[in-house]
């Protein structure tokens, strides 16, 4: 009979987080507590989101610094990373679309009115749905285009 995997050759246990959702909640948390450099949240943003793996852990972060600076940062960190969105971006890289989808799913679900925001992610997700941006990309796109207000259903108070 073999050793579970989590045990060394001598028996003793090793200690591992094997449910990624908690690494990802423990590297936000590290984040938010020791960085302090102006503009680091920016700076991790730009670094990581373009990278589909970071995608939890930066909308981890993204809740803690809510929690910490507020709504109007909030959106306005929101509306920094959906400045840098356009079709050309989401068709090379459809990860920071998604990045936005997630925090401004956050922000609807407590609230917080979008303003402008929905309007300019509607374009965008449209768009990568119109270009064929891999399913996965879309299916969440989609869902948070629906939680805004997809402009294609038009309002449900208008008669047939």
């Not at 050759?9 to 449910?19: D, N, R, S, T, V």
């Not at 590290?30 to 989101?49: G, K, M, N, Q």
């Not at 960190?77 to 079709?87: E, N, S």
């Amino acid at each position: 009979m073999r050793a579970p995997a989590c045990c060394s050759a001598a028996g003793a246990a090793k200690p591992a987080f094997y449910h990624l959702s908690f690494q990802e909640f423990l590297a936000a948390e590290h984040l938010a507590r020791t960085r302090r450099e102006p503009d680091w949240f920016t700076a991790v943003v730009a670094v990581r989101a373009p990278v589909a793996e970071w995608r939890l852990t930066l909308s981890f972060l993204f809740g803690r610094m809510l929690e910490r600076n507020g709504e109007q940062w909030a959106l306005e960190a929101t509306r920094d990373l959906l400045a840098t969105q356009d079709r050309a971006a989401v068709r090379a890289n459809p990860a920071p679309a998604v990045v936005c989808a997630d925090w401004l799913e956050m922000l609807k679900r407590k609230g917080v009115n979008l303003f402008d925001l929905k309007d300019r992610y509607a374009a965008l997700a449209l768009t990568a749905i119109a270009d064929e941006a891999p399913v996965k990309d879309r299916f969440r796109l989609g869902i948070v285009l629906g939680l805004v207000g997809d402009p294609r259903l038009g309002d449900p108070r208008d008669p047939l």
